[in-house]
């Protein structure tokens, strides 16, 4: 149990959906992230937020939109994907942004057909 | 931000044997941070290295910050089963920079 609970843990979805990735933290932090991985690269990090204000967007393409209503809840809404958007996404939070350690929730697995 | 250097990339040791794993960077760090993620899990954070020339142990795993604050390691003493999965070094600063880890894996 780490805390951070991601919702679901496995998606397929065809192309044409819209669907939404949903992550909850139970710690207090302030700060939540979005990351995918890949098979063959290294943990990227897509967005940040802190005190649900967006800091960073790591040049991710627009049929990626997050959603951060509150600092305990962080969405992912997907549409139009593409196949190699399938990967691992995982949600993680941290008491402030920087350098703070930082705790995962198990991640979606998400596939696109 | 700049990834810092981890090798190996792939580490395959029989059980009880010693693991080592290497992180570089070409400029100074702030600190560093090790993550390790088992198969089919999540990475979890493990600890933080801040002060030139720190040494932390946990039980059979022992970190390393480098004097000069570019490089850190985690050794591992007498592997056991539990230890499979990917080590993480991560890059602190403004945001995390996660590197490719070394994949652990054991021969029981």
């Known amino acids: 149990e780490t805390g951070v609970t991601q919702t679901p843990r496995h998606l397929v979805m065809g192309m044409t959906n819209k669907k939404s990735l949903k992550c909850e933290q139970h710690l207090g932090h302030n700060a939540m992230y979005w990351y995918k991985q890949s098979a063959k690269k290294p943990l990227e990090l897509m967005f940040v937020?802190?005190?649900?204000?967006?800091?960073e967007n790591n040049s991710v393409p627009s049929r990626f939109s997050p959603e951060c209503p509150n600092s305990s809840h962080l969405f992912l809404h997907l549409h139009t994907l593409q196949p190699e958007d399938s990967a691992l996404y995982l949600c993680a939070s941290s008491q402030a942004t920087g350098n703070q350690p930082q705790h995962f929730g198990d991640g979606t697995r998400l596939s696109i057909l | 931000g700049q990834q810092v250097m981890q090798i190996p990339q792939y580490q395959h040791v029989q059980e009880g044997e010693d693991f080592t794993t290497y992180c570089n960077s070409s400029?100074?760090?702030?600190?560093i941070q090790w993550y390790k993620q088992r198969p089919g899990g999540h990475p979890v954070f493990l600890i933080q290295l801040v002060k030139s020339g720190e040494v932390k142990k946990q039980k059979r795993l022992t970190f390393q910050f480098g004097e000069a604050k570019k490089n850190s390691s985690l050794h591992i003493t007498a592997t056991q089963t539990t230890d499979v999965g990917t080590y993480f070094c991560v890059r602190g600063a403004q945001k995390l920079v996660f590197g490719q880890g070394t994949r652990l894996t054991i021969n029981p």
């Open positions: 937020y802190n005190f649900k204000e967006q800091t």
């Open positions: 400029t100074t760090l702030s600190n």
